[in-house]
């Protein structure tokens, strides 16, 4: 019997991006929705709806996800409860969380890198 040659793709991704402030949380596993991703990825820190998109507003948003996803394994994690580091969050995702969010995520505590 032949064996073929064994296939293989490099492919370059970013370091693991730590949001949390503090290591417990409580988070819920999603599926994100193809319009969640720019240029293949959703960045962890990113505001998430509970159905897997990027959340518009306080209306819509569940949790923050916390760690990057890409398009091609589209399942991760959305904190719901705990503490997220405001700093890494918004400076890694893109995206600033303003206080109307952050009034409709009570069980996230938000904390700037230099209250540590």
Excluded at 8 to 19: A, C, P, Q
Aim: charge should be negative.
């Amino acid at each position: 019997m032949a064996k073929a040659p064994m296939k293989n793709t490099l492919e370059t991704v970013s370091g693991n991006v730590e949001i949390l402030y503090k290591s417990d949380y409580e988070g819920e596993a999603v599926t994100l929705d193809t319009a969640a991703f720019s240029d293949g990825v959703c960045k962890a820190g990113t505001p998430m709806t509970r159905d897997g998109q990027k959340a518009t507003g306080a209306e819509d948003v569940f949790g923050i996800l916390l760690s990057d996803v890409y398009e091609d394994r589209p399942q991760g994690t959305v904190v719901y409860m705990g503490t997220i580091n405001e700093s890494i969050a918004n400076t890694h995702s893109g995206v600033t969380i303003d206080t109307a969010m952050k009034a409709a995520m009570p069980r996230i505590t938000f904390m700037k890198e230099e209250e540590k």
